[in-house]
T-cell receptor, first 114, second 113 residues
């Protein structure tokens, strides 16, 4: 079984400041890793994913996440946030060998203010 | 719009009533998932279909819950004898294969009064 921990339920930050949203996971098997974003009144959208290869993955809107196997982490970072990045961010994992059931963390609400 | 659609978007029902939700996945996706999301929590897996076969069910899916995917296209999730604890957002997602992205629908918000 897998589990995901997102310790920060809310992260307030000023516009153009850097941000890191933390994600740690627990699993007895190899996993795929994902970050999903949920904007207000919208459905979940995939932000980025780690399947294999380079441990640093990037999204098209400037976010990046690094898979750290020894620390079982997949933290999400952005060097300069915008007001439009205000949303709920969910870290998720799935068993590499299974049918891709996603196990989500409880989410981190990113609040960007001017 | 060729994304995942769900109907209805909102449902208010009285305790003890039955409700049914529908999910239409992206047409070429043979994998379909149902999740439930309560306030302040991340989505939790309920059940999974590959084509028309229901291959996995979570312990969260009590006997009052049933899901179907006839002909491997749309899926329905029925809750019988609803309870207040069933109030949640019910999310549907679909994907093409094991490593491709799961695309989520907008969800059906159920409120049991």
């Amino acid at each position: 079984a897998q589990s995901v921990t997102q310790l920060d339920s809310q992260v307030p930050v000023f516009e153009e400041a850097p941000v890191e949203l933390r994600c740690n996971y627990s699993s007895s098997v190899s996993v795929y890793l994902f970050w999903y974003v949920q904007y207000p009144n919208q459905g979940l959208q995939l932000l980025l994913k780690y399947l294999s290869g380079s441990t640093l993955v990037e999204s098209i809107n400037g976010f990046e996440a690094e898979f750290n196997k020894s620390q079982t982490s997949f933290h999400l970072r952005k060097p300069s946030v915008h007001i439009s990045d205000t949303a709920e961010y969910f870290c998720a994992v799935s068993d590499r060998r299974g049918f891709q059931k996603l196990v989500f963390g409880t989410g981190t609400r990113l609040l960007v203010s001017p | 719009d060729t994304g995942v659609s769900q109907d209805p978007r909102h449902k208010i029902t009285k305790r003890g009533q039955n409700v049914t939700f529908r999910c239409d996945p992206i047409s070429e996706h043979n994998r379909l998932y149902w999740y439930r999301q309560t306030l302040g929590q991340g989505p939790e897996f309920l059940t999974y279909f590959q084509n028309e076969a229901q291959l996995e069910k979570s312990r969260l899916l009590s006997d009052r819950f049933s899901a179907e995917r006839p002909k491997g296209s749309f899926s329905t999730l029925e809750i019988q004898r609803t309870e207040q604890g069933d109030s949640a957002m019910y999310l549907c997602a679909s994907s093409f294969d094991r490593v491709s992205e799961q695309y989520f629908g907008p969800g059906t918000r159920l409120t049991v009064t």
